[in-house]
């Protein structure tokens, strides 16, 4: 089933700012322009989010749910390179606790690694 479009110039793809250069656990994203947050944090959807560190690499990225009810949501980033030149691969990352709404955005704690 599709999701709305909302994101900028109608996609539905949405920033999320990164307090860092890399992820790891612990590491916060806060999600902009959703239409309605409370209702993402309620109940999160899959959500394609241009990842912007704070080197001002940007990274599209991918937020998914796992199959079942009460399954961790899953932040998939493909491989890039930071600004410094450091090569960092591709990694899904499961998003820790809650979604909070944070204001008018969605902060995502990074947790740690699924387990493979």
Known sequence: ???????????DTFPALCGHTH?????RCRVQGLPDPDAFAAAPRP????????????????????????SPLVLAVPAHTTAAGTRID???????????????????????????
């Open 1 to 11: 089933m599709p999701h709305p479009s909302g994101g900028p110039s109608g996609t």
């Open 23 to 27: 992820l790891f656990p612990g590491a």
């Open 47 to 70: 959500l394609d989010v241009d990842l912007r560190f704070s080197d001002g690499v940007l990274v599209a990225a991918r937020l998914l749910t796992e199959p079942g009810e009460g």
């Open 90 to 116: 591709a990694r899904a990352w499961r998003i820790r606790g809650l979604v909070v709404r944070e204001g008018a955005d969605v902060e995502l704690v990074v947790g740690a690694l699924p387990r493979s």
